[in-house]
């Protein structure tokens, strides 16, 4: 009796496997071409990967590029890091400035885009002092009790940040014709007349960790430029 018991279960448990045989196929069976060809879920998978590939890969170029100018400037050790960038449109920048603070706008000759590189007042005035310190015994900050962003803070960083948007831009390849054809300082986000209002930007947030200079700053640039690098 127990015998037909084993042998009744086995019959069943075999009638379950042809089910799914007839439904599903034999996974031991080679797969046709149209199942080789079909993507399906993965697919999916493998972009996100490549994506986050490249925007490691991106993220740890900037780094070292940031890291080269900003070593000559910074007293002692420094730390940049960068958080997960955003995809915005060109009218949710708005939604997305992080109030009175220093934008940098630089205009590409060629394409006619427009890139931000972007610091908070802690940072852009952290770096106003450390350059003003060359030029005077003076060893105070003297930006420090600004009640709101000054547009005279960019007398003192306007050439640094013109020379640190330059090695930024050298990470894309020449075919791009990345070349500035003006610059423009500002204390608030605004976009030029002839900028392109269909645009969609990535930010990248970054942080800079120093005993006298840190703060959040950001790279904005049109994300038909993200998978270029």
């Not at 149209?34 to 998978?45: D, I, T, V, Y």
């Not at 105070?140 to 013109?162: C, H, M, T, V």
């Not at 976009?191 to 990248?204: A, H, Q």
Request: aromatic letters at 10%; proline letters at 3%; charged letters at 25%.
């Amino acid at each position: 009796m127990q015998l037909q018991d084993s042998d009744k279960e086995f019959d069943s448990e075999e009638i379950y496997q042809n089910m799914i045989r007839e439904t599903f196929g034999d996974p031991g069976t080679k797969k046709t071409h149209g199942s080789e060809s079909f993507l399906g879920a993965g697919f999916s998978k493998q972009i996100g990967q490549e994506i986050e590939s490249i925007d490691n890969l991106l993220s740890q170029r900037l780094i070292n590029t940031l890291t080269a100018q900003l070593q000559s400037i910074l007293p002692g050790a420094f730390r940049i890091t960068t958080n997960p960038e955003q995809c915005l449109s060109c009218a949710n920048l708005h939604s997305w400035s992080p109030g009175r603070s220093y934008y940098s706008m630089f205009e590409m000759k060629h394409s006619k885009s427009v890139w931000i590189l972007h610091l908070s007042r802690s940072v852009g005035e952290g770096l106003a002092s450390l350059l003003q310190r060359r030029k005077s015994r003076d060893y105070s900050n003297i930006f420090k009790g600004l009640r709101e962003a000054d547009s005279l803070i960019y007398l003192e960083i306007g050439e640094l940040l013109r020379n640190i948007f330059s090695s930024l831009i050298e990470l894309w390849p020449k075919n791009e014709k990345l070349k500035v054809a003006r610059c423009r300082h500002i204390l608030q986000l605004v976009f030029l007349n002839d900028s392109d209002r269909d645009e969609e930007y990535v930010v990248i947030p970054f942080h800079l960790d120093n005993r006298e200079c840190s703060g959040d700053f950001h790279l904005v640039f049109p994300q038909r430029y993200l998978l270029s690098i």
